[in-house]
């Protein structure tokens, strides 16, 4: 099938160029005595351009356009082995005019490609030839011009300082050498070193009217001696009709090519493209010459060297910008050190001497350390919880104890609950508190009073564990369920600077029973704080209050411990650990001075200064004891209004406990059982400073 398509493509070749012969005065008749007789496909010697064996050795007419070019791989010793070479493609060639031994370049215009072609395939000599001759006509390894050159051209004198032989034995030769009175050029450039991306734009030519040499910028390169480079005819110029004698290169000459522009290149072509024209594509690539050049980066330029700043002197600005990076980096260093150090001092590893370490492994609550504190008051939060000394409020089961809220109706019926029933915790003996509105309530819905809906515990060291100065740790897990109000805190044994706060208040751990998505901070938020001032309403908590977060868990999940560190230099809050601080509070200030509270308040009271003599420690230089505990809902704002769907209103408190009690559809449901609702602790250990 290939040996058809070549003969083929022969014929319309000979067909094309024919035709138009008459549309370019530079085409000549096409030889139809073409051999297509080759079994490989290829084209013989009598396909090949050139004059035929027997053809004048002084014929100057120019070759043709071929109309139909074919393509024909040529292997050559560089890539024997590999995969076929495209020869290269030449367009607007002419004949080269021939003298006795070298070609004649008179009357051929500037602006030039110079190529040294021969076939790489070595054909036989002609039978007329001797074996030795010299060749009178040069083969296909004369050079093939587009446009021309001057006689006297630097270039043609450089080309013509080699002379052809061909014999039966070596099948053509060229030798000679460079003739030393030529200068070399930097603009001709080697065409085996040259890719075509490389090549250079054209010079000025030949001035051929005069017979003289117009000036040119450059000559030729010389080229060392290297091993023998074959090259090829072109298949595209086969329509000639002379076959062109393979000849191998004993001496690499000064082989190279002047690319001109491509636009006057396309000047003399019939087409851009076609039957009848040669593309930009095959002007680009005529002249090539397939062999391996040697690696030269295209980015960078030859003896580039990369700038080294560092080795290079700095200017007095760069300088002073270093050393102000460095001196600032070794000052914040030290800055850490000493901050480090002064906390590791300020924290102190103390003795303590153990109060109290329960564990809550008996079988019932331990009523000498803990006292059940028994009112119905609200303790001054308008909390709706009834603190009982019920076991079915506080208990211990399984080495745990429970403090569990639980309805108030279960026991007194509801109809009591909401009138006519009283409760007087004073004639009973069980009251904790001296305030009449603490021991006793008596409903009637008419007027807005209720029992406390709902039954719970609180449950205080004071008889047992009272400490100053200290250590303390409750291990528990919180309460889960809206409007619950979990509480580990401690109170002053003794009210010795004046009613709350002016006496103190700590507050180890507070937190809420709804889920995360509470405003407010649901079970995943613990609040730490220490309450004091002269009085109730400049009560500066705020300034010593934080809290902490849970990011993937909640309180109500598991069990943490909650921890107080107390000494005459400090008072710390902290979760599971020393690390995780709540609060710190250090004892350099008096909170008088700290607090800047104002000489009056309200309706023109003065304001009295409750910790008199300076003493920073002071309210929380007495004695205090610890509370565990689980109210619910309040009128204090620890649950702020109009948030969550909340069923009453802190300034409502007449109505406030009935309103949440009505509205127990809404959040009796998030309440689960004993433990799920309830308070769980599993140790408490409370240490005194030895």
């Given at each position: 099938?290939?040996?058809?398509?070549?003969?083929?493509?022969?014929?319309?070749?000979?067909?094309?160029?024919?035709?138009?012969?008459?549309?370019?005065?530079?085409?000549?008749?096409?030889?139809?005595?073409?051999?297509?007789?080759?079994?490989?496909?290829?084209?013989?010697?009598?396909?090949?351009?050139?004059?035929?064996?027997?053809?004048?050795?002084?014929?100057?007419?120019?070759?043709?356009?071929?109309?139909?070019?074919?393509?024909?791989?040529?292997?050559?010793?560089?890539?024997?082995?590999?995969?076929?070479?495209?020869?290269?493609?030449?367009?607007?060639?002419?004949?080269?005019?021939?003298?006795?031994?070298?070609?004649?370049?008179?009357?051929?215009?500037?602006?030039?490609?110079?190529?040294?072609?021969?076939?790489?395939?070595?054909?036989?000599?002609?039978?007329?030839?001797?074996?030795?001759?010299?060749?009178?006509?040069?083969?296909?390894?004369?050079?093939?011009?587009?446009?021309?050159?001057?006689?006297?051209?630097?270039?043609?004198?450089?080309?013509?300082?080699?002379?052809?032989?061909?014999?039966?034995?070596?099948?053509?030769?060229?030798?000679?050498?460079?003739?030393?009175?030529?200068?070399?050029?930097?603009?001709?450039?080697?065409?085996?070193?040259?890719?075509?991306?490389?090549?250079?734009?054209?010079?000025?030519?030949?001035?051929?009217?005069?017979?003289?040499?117009?000036?040119?910028?450059?000559?030729?390169?010389?080229?060392?001696?290297?091993?023998?480079?074959?090259?090829?005819?072109?298949?595209?110029?086969?329509?000639?009709?002379?076959?062109?004698?393979?000849?191998?290169?004993?001496?690499?000459?000064s082989v190279f090519f002047h690319r001109p522009s491509?636009?006057?290149?396309?000047?003399?072509?019939?087409?851009?493209?076609?039957?009848?024209?040669?593309?930009?594509?095959?002007?680009?690539?005529?002249?090539?010459?397939?062999?391996?050049?040697?690696?030269?980066?295209?980015?960078?330029?030859?003896?580039?060297?990369?700038?080294?700043?560092?080795?290079?002197?700095?200017?007095?600005?760069?300088?002073?910008?270093?050393?102000?990076?460095?001196?600032?980096?070794?000052?914040?260093?030290?800055?850490?050190?000493?901050?480090?150090?002064?906390?590791?001092?300020?924290?102190?590893?103390?003795?303590?001497?153990?109060?109290?370490?329960?564990?809550?492994?008996?079988?019932?609550?331990?009523?000498?350390?803990?006292?059940?504190?028994?009112?119905?008051?609200?303790?001054?939060?308008?909390?709706?919880?009834?603190?009982?000394?019920?076991?079915?409020?506080?208990?211990?089961?399984?080495?745990?104890?429970?403090?569990?809220?639980?309805?108030?109706?279960?026991?007194?019926?509801?109809?009591?609950?909401?009138?006519?029933?009283?409760?007087?915790?004073?004639?009973?003996?069980?009251?904790?508190?001296?305030?009449?509105?603490?021991?006793?309530?008596?409903?009637?819905?008419?007027?807005?009073?209720?029992?406390?809906?709902?039954?719970?515990?609180?449950?205080?060291?004071?008889?047992?564990?009272?400490?100053?100065?200290?250590?303390?740790?409750?291990?528990?897990?919180?309460?889960?369920?809206?409007?619950?109000?979990?509480?580990?805190?401690?109170?002053?044994?003794?009210?010795?600077?004046?009613?709350?706060?002016?006496?103190?208040?700590?507050?180890?751990?507070?937190?809420?029973?709804?889920?995360?998505?509470?405003?407010?901070?649901?079970?995943?938020?613990?609040?730490?704080?220490?309450?004091?001032?002269?009085?109730?309403?400049?009560?500066?908590?705020?300034?010593?209050?934080?809290?902490?977060?849970?990011?993937?868990?909640?309180?109500?999940?598991?069990?943490?411990?909650?921890?107080?560190?107390?000494?005459?230099?400090?008072?710390?809050?902290?979760?599971?650990?020393?690390?995780?601080?709540?609060?710190?509070?250090?004892?350099?200030?008096?909170?008088?001075?700290?607090?800047?509270?104002?000489?009056?308040?309200?309706?023109?009271?003065?304001?009295?200064?409750?910790?008199?003599?300076?003493?920073?420690?002071?309210?929380?230089?007495?004695?205090?004891?610890?509370?565990?505990?689980?109210?619910?809902?309040?009128?204090?704002?620890?649950?702020?209004?109009?948030?969550?769907?909340?069923?009453?209103?802190?300034?409502?408190?007449?109505?406030?406990?009935?309103?949440?009690?009505?509205?127990?559809?809404?959040?009796?449901?998030?309440?689960?059982?004993?433990?799920?609702?309830?308070m769980v602790v599993d140790s408490v250990k409370i240490?005194?400073?030895?």
């Amino acid at each position: 099938m290939a040996a058809s398509q070549d003969r083929s493509d022969a014929s319309a070749s000979t067909q094309s160029s024919t035709e138009s012969n008459n549309e370019n005065p530079f085409r000549t008749p096409v030889d139809s005595t073409t051999d297509v007789s080759s079994p490989s496909g290829q084209a013989s010697q009598s396909e090949t351009l050139g004059a035929s064996p027997n053809a004048s050795s002084g014929s100057g007419s120019p070759f043709p356009f071929p109309a139909q070019q074919q393509q024909h791989p040529v292997r050559s010793p560089i890539n024997k082995g590999k995969r076929p070479v495209r020869p290269a493609q030449l367009s607007t060639a002419t004949r080269l005019p021939l003298s006795e031994s070298t070609a004649s370049f008179e009357g051929l215009a500037s602006g030039s490609r110079f190529l040294l072609r021969a076939d790489i395939k070595r054909a036989k000599p002609a039978p007329q030839d001797p074996p030795s001759a010299v060749a009178t006509e040069p083969s296909s390894a004369l050079p093939l011009t587009i446009g021309g050159v001057g006689n006297s051209d630097l270039a043609l004198q450089q080309f013509q300082s080699f002379a052809f032989t061909n014999n039966a034995e070596t099948g053509g030769a060229w030798t000679g050498s460079y003739p030393d009175t030529v200068p070399p050029s930097p603009s001709m450039l080697q065409a085996d070193a040259v890719s075509p991306s490389t090549s250079r734009p054209g010079t000025a030519g030949a001035d051929t009217s005069s017979g003289g040499l117009r000036s040119r910028p450059s000559a030729v390169n010389p080229v060392p001696d290297v091993p023998p480079l074959p090259v090829t005819s072109h298949p595209r110029l086969q329509s000639a009709g002379r076959a062109l004698s393979s000849v191998s290169m004993q001496h690499k000459p000064s082989v190279f090519f002047h690319r001109p522009s491509t636009a006057s290149l396309r000047r003399g072509l019939p087409s851009r493209a076609g039957h009848h024209g040669t593309s930009v594509a095959n002007i680009d690539q005529a002249g090539r010459i397939p062999t391996r050049r040697h690696f030269v980066s295209r980015r960078l330029p030859v003896g580039y060297s990369a700038e080294k700043p560092w080795l290079t002197s700095q200017a007095r600005a760069e300088k002073l910008s270093s050393w102000i990076v460095i001196v600032s980096f070794v000052l914040g260093l030290a800055l850490i050190g000493i901050l480090t150090w002064v906390g590791t001092t300020e924290i102190q590893n103390y003795n303590y001497c153990t109060v109290l370490e329960d564990y809550f492994d008996k079988a019932h609550l331990n009523t000498t350390v803990w006292t059940r504190d028994v009112q119905v008051g609200g303790f001054g939060n308008g909390e709706f919880e009834w603190a009982t000394d019920s076991a079915n409020n506080s208990f211990v089961r399984d080495g745990r104890l429970y403090i569990v809220p639980t309805f108030t109706a279960d026991v007194i019926g509801e109809d009591n609950m909401m009138n006519g029933y009283t409760v007087n915790l004073t004639r009973a003996g069980t009251c904790t508190s001296t305030a009449d509105g603490d021991c006793a309530v008596r409903s009637n819905r008419s007027v807005g009073n209720m029992i406390p809906p709902i039954m719970s515990a609180r449950l205080l060291t004071r008889n047992f564990a009272n400490i100053r100065y200290g250590k303390v740790e409750v291990r528990a897990k919180l309460p889960r369920g809206d409007w619950l109000w979990p509480a580990i805190w401690m109170m002053p044994t003794d009210s010795v600077y004046g009613p709350w706060p002016a006496s103190g208040e700590i507050d180890i751990c507070e937190s809420r029973g709804n889920d995360h998505t509470y405003g407010a901070g649901g079970n995943n938020v613990m609040s730490s704080t220490l309450h004091w001032g002269p009085t109730a309403a400049l009560n500066r908590y705020w300034k010593t209050h934080s809290t902490l977060t849970l990011k993937h868990s909640t309180f109500t999940d598991g069990f943490h411990t909650f921890g107080l560190e107390w000494s005459d230099k400090y008072i710390m809050t902290y979760l599971d650990g020393r690390l995780r601080q709540a609060i710190y509070h250090k004892f350099a200030t008096p909170f008088w001075t700290y607090g800047t509270f104002p000489s009056t308040y309200g309706n023109g009271s003065t304001v009295h200064d409750p910790w008199p003599g300076g003493d920073p420690q002071a309210p929380f230089d007495q004695e205090f004891y610890l509370i565990l505990n689980v109210a619910v809902g309040g009128t204090n704002g620890w649950f702020p209004d109009n948030q969550a769907n909340k069923p009453w209103n802190n300034d409502d408190r007449q109505t406030a406990m009935t309103s949440f009690w009505d509205a127990r559809d809404s959040w009796q449901k998030t309440w689960g059982d004993e433990y799920d609702r309830g308070m769980v602790v599993d140790s408490v250990k409370i240490y005194s400073m030895c």
